[in-house]
């Protein structure tokens, strides 16, 4: 099989794209919004699964609008049902993350944040953007191979040497 989603919890290994990745995300998505009904007012594919011809770690990246992150409260209990689990690790009040699958294979994460947020548009723009410049997907590739070489372990340290690459770009976008 040459396609898969999950991956251990803090392992860093990245598979080449696929296009089932964008089907998985569509999946997800149906169930997610039969579940969570008009308490969510979009939901996207984001991160590099999302991007076609960009290497990444093998879950899948959602971004899910709410009208305000007080009714997180509203959908937890929801999500905890369909086997999402809450990781205050990468909430704060902006937005609210939740994952899904085991510690041995973590498959999906979701992002909850109100529509139209900084992250809501940061998050998109940067994906935009990449789908729109393969000459940047091939850079942030080969900075994401590099990463994933030396940190293959360290999940945090690999995430934290994406963080200027990202910023560059948004600011690039802010002054276009």
């Known amino acids: 099989m040459d396609y898969k989603i999950g991956l251990k919890r803090g392992n860093v290994v990245l598979e080449k794209h696929h296009r089932k990745w964008g089907e998985a995300f569509e999946v997800e998505k149906e169930s997610l919004k039969k579940l969570l009904g008009d308490l969510v007012l979009d939901i996207r594919h984001i991160g590099s699964t999302s991007v076609s011809g960009l290497v990444a770690k093998p879950i899948i990246d959602m971004l899910v609008a709410i009208k305000s992150m007080e009714e997180v409260h ?16 990468g909430s704060n009040e902006d937005q609210i993350l939740f994952v899904k699958g085991s510690e041995d294979m973590r498959t999906h994460y979701l992002h909850i944040t109100e529509l139209d947020s900084d992250v809501w548009q940061n998050d998109l723009a940067f994906r935009d953007y990449l789908r729109s410049h393969p000459e940047v997907v091939t850079e942030y590739g080969k900075l994401k191979n590099k990463l994933a070489s030396k940190y293959a372990d360290n999940r945090g340290e690999y995430t934290a040497g994406k963080d200027a690459f990202i910023k560059s770009v948004l600011h690039l976008l802010k002054n276009i």
């Not at 509203?74 to 690790?89: F, V």
């Open 74 to 89: 509203n959908i937890c209990s929801l999500l905890k049902s369909a086997g999402y689990e809450y990781r205050e690790n």
